[in-house]
T-cell receptor
């Protein structure tokens, strides 16, 4: 039972354009959502997060949108840069779990072409 | 360094051998997590420590897996009688405050375990 799903295994974008990565979840108890970026042979690096009380959070070129009714979140990267090429993981944690155990999606490989 | 440190980076073992994987969390971080990442998948939760207390081990796949954090800092994940299906990257993460659950976890680079 995959509670967090990233249905696009890969995404290819031209440098300077917008990258949109999507994530769907099934557990309505999730209340905190995060995006991580991962380069080969390195651990995931935290990018941006959003609480369920918000519908948008922005940090520089990165914006995360949350649609609770649709159980959907997305990460927008504007403008995309070649250094953004990596695997992006969506993750979620559940209300009542006082320590933030994360459930991850399968990841989306983003390639930004110069 | 200031980040989460894991050792060894790579470990090759024969089926049936015992292995021990080490994690040095960020200094002062209360929460420590272990995850297992199979090839082409996202990380999956194994176990959680708050200081030295192991509060959740629901993700450990079998009783061959054992984790400890005796002094509330360094943690060790031990796998006994390894099997080929144990081959994966084992990730350790730490976070500062456990109470509210809305703190980002900071990950180490992982240990890639290969069982022959």
């Amino acid at each position: 039972d995959q509670q967090v799903k990233q249905n696009s295994p890969s995404l290819s974008v031209q440098e300077g354009r917008i990258s949109i990565l999507n994530c769907d979840y099934t557990n309505s108890m999730f209340d905190y959502f995060l995006w991580y970026k991962k380069y080969p042979a390195e651990g995931p690096t935290f990018l941006i997060s959003i609480s369920s009380i918000k519908d948008k959070n922005e940090d520089g070129r990165f914006t995360v949108f949350l649609n609770k009714s649709a159980k959907h979140l997305s990460l927008h990267i504007v403008p995309s840069q070649p250094g953004d090429s990596a695997v992006y993981f969506c993750a979620a944690s559940e209300v009542g779990t006082s320590y933030g155990k994360l459930t991850f999606g399968q990841g989306t490989i983003l390639t930004v072409h110069p | 360094g200031a980040g989460v440190s894991q050792s060894p980076r790579y470990k090759v073992a024969k089926r049936g051998q015992d292995v021990a994987l080490r994690c040095d969390p960020i200094s002062g971080h209360v929460s420590l997590f272990w995850y297992q990442q199979a090839l082409g998948q996202g990380p999956e939760f194994l176990t959680y420590f708050q200081n030295e207390a192991q509060l959740d081990k629901s993700g450990l796949p079998s009783d061959r897996f054992f984790a400890e954090r005796p002094e509330g800092s360094v943690s060790t994940l031990k796998i006994q009688r390894t099997q080929q299906e144990d081959s994966a990257v084992y990730l350790c993460a730490s976070s500062l405050v456990a109470a509210l659950g809305n703190q980002p976890q900071h990950f180490g680079d992982g240990t890639r375990l290969s069982i022959l």
